[in-house]
């Protein structure tokens, strides 16, 4: 017996290497925007955001500039973001900032380290497991 295949079986997901504006545009961004915003809303709704850390992120960011005929973005580790939302993160902020073409940190950069040690924060166990700083000012 056979499973049925997803319409999407053969597309390349997130790895838009091919055709990103297109893909994140009319693809990937709005039920991921959707799905986001549901959760989040369900869980302060039930009353557990304070208590629920959410974290949205990728492990890396994508090219400043468009390869493939302009219509492609290849892996890049030296800039990229994360959402942080819940779990004693006060909302509406944001904390740093890239270079005017989205290469590099201009403000206040924030290492995978850092993170890992914000995320330990909120979660109320400042366990030094690496060389990180947590991002106090992101808490109430």
Request: charged share 15%; proline share 8%.
């Amino acid at each position: 017996m056979t499973s049925p295949i997803s319409p999407l079986a053969n597309e390349n997901f997130w790895n838009t290497h091919g055709e990103n504006f297109q893909h994140l545009k009319n693809r990937l961004m709005p039920p991921a925007d959707q799905g986001f915003a549901a959760l989040l809303d369900d869980l302060g709704q039930r009353g557990l955001l304070d208590s629920t850390l959410v974290v949205w992120m990728g492990e890396f960011g994508r090219t400043p500039r468009t390869t493939n005929g302009g219509t492609g973005r290849e892996h890049w580790p030296w800039c990229y973001s994360a959402v942080l939302a819940g779990g004693g993160v006060q909302g509406g902020q944001v904390h740093g900032a890239s270079d005017r073409w989205a290469a590099y940190s201009a403000r206040d950069p924030v290492s995978p380290d850092d993170l890992g040690a914000t995320i330990l924060h909120a979660l109320g166990r400042p366990i030094p497991i690496n060389l990180g700083q947590p991002l106090t000012t992101l808490f109430g």
